[in-house]
């Protein structure tokens, strides 16, 4: 009989946009996969996979404990019905829920993928210094044991957990969730001006009111720059943009708010520049879609973003939250169509060496295989 691998997410979008190719690798490796998530229309493209959905009533925002107890209590039926081998938890409020939720069902290896700390780690005074205790406090209790991984996406992260109290020996550092670099492939330049695209969801800690600095100097310099905004809000995010401010951006002369884009490289095929000035990041997939797709980058110098852009080679890295010298960055690469070449050139490379999905599946089913088989 096939092993049970039940993914926990919050969202059926985020497991169809972020952990497609994992789940179908982990099917090829001989596991049933099952997905459980609040469902909003994503269950016909979930089951037609051949993946078992359960739909759950939760969200994302305010992890505490009051908020908690009914979806422990509903995953701990869950599994107690499924008897998965493995529990995938997918982001942070998952772990700390499919954590508590699997506490004392030995037969169970439990994987947790923390995709960046987030808020926590960007957010200051008071509260950002209360989500970092509150994380101090429980991580170690939920994610330490000898049947339990965890899974982080770049360094930094690596460090911060290690610090945190977490057992190194049960750390996994695999860089990101992968990208289909059969599906996208290097597009030519578009004609016509400069086109500067950001996808992604519309937060500000995703560095979008810098970024609408950036491109309100480079009006100001008389440089006919387009700028691409490809997402929507997120309403569960205390840092998600409203959508009068989007609209109103969408307003100022060259700049276009194209909402949800099913299609991301319809969107590289519009821009020639991809821009990410987040405070923070686990590792973006925007950018490795852009990377797939043979387009430079700009991104700011945190966590996550400078794992995919090395700076000088497939990209340029600048100073967070500073919007002049994004700006600078912007306005440099516009007028170099021979150094966007090359740095797109060698991020399509990077994408197809390092970033995936063939590459970061076969990591993720290995730790699967190690707790099964465990």
Known sequence: MAPKLLYLVTEDWYFLSHRLPMARAAKAAG?????AARVADGRARIEAEGFCLHALDWGRRDVNLLHL???????????ARLQPRVLHNIALKPAAIGSLAALGQVDIGVVSSINGLGSAYVATGFSGA????ALRAALPLLLNGSRKRTIVQNPEDLATLC?????????????GSGVDTDRLRPLPEPAGPIT????GRMLADKGLRNLMAAHRLLRARGADVRLLLAGTPD??????IEPDE???????????WL????????????????????????????LLEAAACGRPMIATDVPGCREVVRDGETGVLVPLDDAPRLADAIAAMAADPVGRARMGAAARLRAEREFSAATIASQITAIYRELADG
Do not use: M
């Open 31 to 35: 596991f049933e996969v099952h997905v």
């Open 69 to 79: 107890v009914q979806p422990v209590r509903d995953v701990r039926a869950l599994l």
């Open 130 to 133: 209360l989500k970092r205790n």
């Open 163 to 175: 610090a945190l109290g977490l057992a190194e020996a049960r750390l996994r550092l695999v860089p």
């Open 196 to 199: 500067v695209a950001f996808v």
């Open 235 to 240: 309403p569960e995010n205390a840092t998600s």
């Open 246 to 256: 989007l609209a109103g951006w969408s307003r100022e002369p060259r700049v276009t």
């Open 259 to 286: 909402g949800h884009v099913p299609d991301v490289a319809s969107v590289w095929a519009r821009a020639h520049i991809a821009v990410l000035p987040s405070r923070r990041e686990g590792l973006p997939l925007s």
